[in-house]
Every structure is written in structure tokens, then in C-alpha cells.
T-cell receptor, first 119, second 109 residues
Framework: GAVVSQHPSRVICKSGTSVKIECRSL??????MFWYRQFPKQSLMLMAT?????????EQGVEKDKFLINHASLTLSTLTVTSAHPEDSSFYIC???????????????FGPGTRLTVL | EDKVVQSPLSLVVHEGDTVTLNCSYE??????LLWYKQEKKAPTFLFML????IEKKSGRLSSILDKKELFSILNITATQTGDSAVYLC?????????FGAGTILRVKS
């Protein structure tokens, strides 16, 4: 149980285009999902917290108009990188807060990540 | 500013060795400390620690938290090549996780 999927796993796009990444909790409902970015040989940096049915909370320095987050259902959150540029190339990972039965809901389950390359 | 510092940054050992990875933190509103193993893709959960002095074990891995000194260690005994990975420490602060930079462990056969 507690599986999180991401789609696509890899995407290559041209500069100026928009890219949508989906994050799904497959066997549990997730009212809260998180989006992280990870640059090579660096740790995960939290970009935003996505709450079902409400606006996302962005971390300092993350442009909300550039990284659009939608959490329209209890099993799906999407991250759209708008007008992508080469510096947006990174590994994007989502996570979902697990069900209360698992570690009191404290545990986060991570998706497999999406490798974005912007040419 | 919240900080999670891991050491060493990288480590190379031989199969059978025992390793200790360190994680120190300065985070307000601490709720728990978590250890993850990251191979090629997403991190996989190892341990969650909330109380000082209580060791958690899973096979050859064990971990303990010291909330007075604000650190945790992750021990791996009898290392195997399959233990090669990045080990991430994260502190749960309120609703979110603050990650350390990770320790890259390479186990040579």
C-alpha cells in the first residue's frame, strides 16, 4: 500500500513551452502532496505544499506563476512548469502524506520523479 | 533559518564494514526525524524517529535520535554493495520536511 506514481518519468521540451507533471496516490487518499526539486548531487528542495481543494503554499523564492500547482482531487496533484527555460531542467519529485494508519499520517511517500530537460 | 546537516558528504567502504552516518539539525517546531535511502530515483523510507534514545532497527540498519543534542545517527552493519546509495536525513517541521544534503555511500566489493 501507499504507492505514489508520477507521469511522465522523463520529458524533453523546447525553451518557452509548458510542461505538466502529474502525481497520483494510487491506493490512498492524499489531502496533502508536496513538490520537490532536486539538482544533480544536491538534496531535495521543497517547492510547494499542495492541499486538495485550496491554493498551494509556495516556499520562499519559488515563483507561483511559473510553477502552477493544482490539487483538484484527493488522488491527483499536477505541477505545470510554464514557459520553461534551460535553468528549469531538474529532477522533480512529488510526495504524498500517507494515511493516518501509517505512522499517524506523518510518513511521506515519494513518487519516482520526473526528469525535465529544457533545450 | 532551519538547517539539517549531514556528514560525511561521501564515504567509500568495503563490503562487510560498518558505517555510521550523522545528521544534526536546527529546526523550529520539530516533529520527527526521518531517514531515507535514495538510489536512482525517489527516496525510500527507512526510519522515523520521534523520541530520544529509542533505537529503531531494520535488519542491518539501525538509527537513534538525541533530541537534547539535536542529532541522529544511522548505522549500517556488514555493508553490502546493495547499500550503495544516497542516504537522506529529513526533519519534519510542522507540515513539511526539511532535507539535509545527503551522504553518498559507496560499498566496494
Amino acid at each position: 500500500g501507499a504507492v505514489v506514481s508520477q507521469h511522465p518519468s522523463r520529458v524533453i521540451c523546447k525553451s518557452g513551452t509548458s510542461v505538466k507533471i502529474e502525481c497520483r496516490s494510487l491506493d490512498f487518499q492524499a489531502t496533502t502532496m508536496f513538490w520537490y526539486r532536486q539538482f544533480p548531487k544536491q538534496s531535495l528542495m521543497l517547492m510547494a505544499t499542495s492541499n486538495e481543494g485550496s491554493k498551494a503554499t509556495y516556499e520562499q523564492g519559488v515563483e507561483k506563476d511559473k510553477f502552477l500547482i493544482n490539487h483538484a482531487s484527493l488522488t491527483l496533484s499536477t505541477l505545470t512548469v510554464t514557459s520553461a527555460h534551460p535553468e528549469d531542467s531538474s529532477f522533480y519529485i512529488c510526495s504524498a502524506r500517507g494515511p493516518p494508519a501509517r505512522a499517524g499520517g506523518h510518513e511521506q511517500f515519494f513518487g519516482p520523479g520526473t526528469r525535465l530537460t529544457v533545450l | 533559518e532551519d538547517k539539517v546537516v549531514q556528514s560525511p558528504l561521501s564515504l567509500v567502504v568495503h563490503e562487510g564494514d560498518t558505517v555510521t552516518l550523522n545528521c544534526s539539525y536546527e529546526v523550529t517546531n520539530f516533529r520527527s526525524l526521518l531517514w531515507y535511502k535514495q538510489e536512482k530515483k525517489a527516496p525510500t523510507f527507512l526510519f522515523m524517529l520521534t523520541s530520544s534514545g529509542i533505537e529503531k532497527k531494520s535488519g542491518r540498519l539501525s538509527s537513534i535520535l538525541d533530541k537534547k543534542e539535536l542529532f541522529s545517527i544511522l548505522n549500517i552493519t556488514a555493508t553490502q554493495t546493495g547499500d550503495s546509495a544516497v542516504y537522506l536525513c529529513a526533519v519534519e517541521k510542522g507540515n513539511k520536511l526539511v532535507f539535509g544534503a545527503g551522504t553518498i555511500l559507496r560499498v566496494k566489493s
